[in-house]
């Protein structure tokens, strides 16, 4: 009998990952297949390991998520999928399962979008109210979303250049830090002080956006030139003083977006939102500059990539009425 049970896709990215969700809200499993192994020895993910990775993971994951959730096919309502963006040959392994999913027991395919996924990853243990911002922060995305209703996104402000998790990635290598970088770098930063005062790029400008490009060429210079004189640099001293510059614009412009946009919420979502400098940070300004605004964080082992966070999306996508057709397309640059 069909339950209010949705059964989504992930494979955006570098985790394979299939999710059974109640009523948008309950997780009854979220099966995470990483790869980050695989990618680890070239320092970053290498798209067609990742698309052979997700094939061989995926029906693995649809048989141990309807397990753990002890469903069966015929008590789903609908099949979630992440079409973008990401990885062209990895999104095509989601969405081609997915369909094949829907498509055999005849249940509607919606599609999500993988940055709206880590935006619900804040709904499970919250309701959300609107007006509300939201700070999208991943190793593919940096953007400020404001949302007047469920389901109406508008980006307000973004990167211009690399995204928050990937200046980490990038500047974690230089310090011989395993991809990905960002637990790492943020587990050093709390063991170190801003020493360094790396630049704070746009911080003051009359915008919402972001750039990290000039904060990770001025830590790599910074590490190169050290190395040339035979000088040690303290890492935690590097990896504070990196922080601190990306926690501060972050904070900043969010601050700035909030003065401009009241909104009953703000939202903190993905990879990087597991940064525990930028999850203090938030709480604190929001308590001092905009007391009246609640802040929902993602939760921790929520905040990466998963198809928990699609399910809760899709969830909302399929009360909305949102479908694809069976030529579903993988769209590697969506954007809201
Ligand atoms: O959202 P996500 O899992 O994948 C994408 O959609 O990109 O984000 C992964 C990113 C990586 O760049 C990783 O280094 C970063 O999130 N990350 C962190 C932390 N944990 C993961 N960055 C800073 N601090 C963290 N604690
Ligand atoms: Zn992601």
New binding site residues.
Partial sequence: AKKNLILAFES??D?TSVAVIEDGQKILSNIVATQILSHQRFGGVVPEVASRHHIEQITKCIDKALNEAAVDYDDLSAVAVTYGP?LVGSLLVGVTAAKMVAWAHQLPLVPVN?MAG?LYAARFENQFAYPQLALL?????TELVYMASEHEYEIIGETRDD????A??KI?RVLGVN?????T???WAAKGSDTFHFPRAMEKEDNYDFSFSGLKSAFINTVHNANQRGQKLDKYDLAASF?QSVVDVLAEKTMRALSDYPVKQLILA???A?????RKRLERDLKEQHPEVELLMAPLKL???NAAMIGAAGWVNYLHGDRAGWDLNAVPGLSF
């Fill in positions: 955006s990215c985790e990401g993988h880590h922060v991943s190793g593919g995305h995204a928050a998790g990937e980490y990635d974690g991809y990905p970088a960002g637990k770098i943020d587990e922080q993905g990879g990087v597991a940064n525990h400098g930028l905040c990466g990539d």
